[in-house]
């Protein structure tokens, strides 16, 4: 459960106690520092924890429990912050995130984590590389935390712009099965502002909370800069989103106007069917006539009195070709023929 622990007397990494109690009671001998670093603890492991610092059992059952939304509160004298980190995997372009609870009091920070990331002991590698930051007790930890968190959403960020590029790409390109991608990033981006936004809210309370809670002024400085990182990491996720909803619109209207064009070669196509049509059947219309007139003086009673009329065979075919030229006129007049 407890990945790392350790004591800080004066910016400097003391040697801890092997168990919790001992960590604790040379901390507060010592006037130190202490740091506990745990992963995915059980409620009867964090239980431990909770009762040694004095944890707040709203503030408990939520770092037991995770899948909190990023928030900063404060139960005494012990802030409670949550964080959510994030990490961009290029192949299936997703972003993955993982919990960071943070429970910050006089003279102990602990932090629980609920996934991959962050890499804490980096942050432990810098503070104990940085004496100086490191003297300005807890909140300086919980400064180097916030600072690592925002630091790790600049790849995101750049990930999710290389992704939107290559669908803008593709839109313009007229690839109209972009659409999918183009949604699922959207649902990405929109996860990846979820987890931003509330950032800048919360370093904006540590700091309008430094004055009252004692907090170093050198330390508000950096506390400013991760601001101003959040700041401008929010601004180009709400520009991201915006972006993408646009080239949906375009999207859609490609894929419309590809649509309308396919219509269109289908309607072309079936006025030619159908003119061809036309033009079978008028001709069938004008064969058949002679045929017909033929078919019936063909059939050689003995009471057909044409049969035996000398007029009788040049009547029926100048009746073949006179039915043959008015329905020929007719389907002319018409169109048929044309």
């Given at each position: ?57 709203l ?62 002991s ?40 290389n ?6 790409t ?107 049509v036309?033009?079978?059947s ?16 063909g ?8 049969l ?5 065979y ?25």
């Amino acid at each position: 459960m407890i990945v790392d622990s350790a004591i800080y007397v004066d910016g400097r990494r003391a040697e801890a106690p092997g168990s919790l109690e001992e960590t604790y009671e040379a901390t507060r001998a010592m006037g130190g520092v202490a740091w506990f670093g745990l992963y995915k603890p059980t409620e009867g492991e964090f239980g431990r924890v909770a009762e040694e610092f004095g944890l707040h059992e709203l503030a408990v059952e939520d770092a037991i429990r995770a899948h909190q939304r990023p928030k900063l509160e404060r139960y005494g004298d012990t802030l409670f912050v949550v964080l959510r980190a994030a990490r961009y995997q290029d192949r299936p372009e997703t972003v993955e995130f993982a919990e960071l609870h943070l429970f910050v009091g006089p003279d102990f920070v602990v932090t629980v984590r609920h996934g991959s990331g962050p890499d804490l002991s980096r942050v432990r590698r810098r503070m104990e590389a940085e004496p100086d930051i490191l003297r300005c007790g807890p909140e300086a930890i919980l400064y180097a935390i916030l600072d690592r968190v925002v630091d790790d959403y600049g790849p995101v960020v750049a990930g999710l712009e290389n992704d939107i590029d290559e669908i803008e790409t593709e839109v313009f390109g007229g690839n109209a099965g972009v659409t999918r991608r183009t949604y699922e990033l959207a649902r990405q981006v929109i996860e990846f502002q979820r987890a931003t936004k509330p950032l800048v809210g919360i370093v904006s309370g540590l700091i309008a909370g430094g004055e009252k809670y004692g907090v170093d002024q050198e330390l508000q400085q950096y506390l400013r800069d991760v601001q101003d990182h959040a700041i401008q990491v929010q601004e180009q996720v709400a520009g991201f989103r915006e972006l993408l909803q646009n080239i949906l619109s375009v999207n859609l209207a490609v894929v419309g106007l590809q649509q309308n064009d396919e219509v269109k070669a289908l309607t072309e196509a079936s006025i030619a069917q159908n003119d061809e049509v036309k033009r079978i059947s008028a001709w069938a219309a004008i064969l058949f006539a002679p045929t017909l007139i033929g078919t019936v003086y063909g059939m050689n009673f003995d009471h057909m009195p044409e049969l035996h009329w000398r007029l009788g065979y040049p009547f029926s075919i100048l009746l073949m070709l006179l039915v043959s030229v008015v329905m020929y006129a007719a389907f002319k007049q018409r169109g048929w023929l044309s």
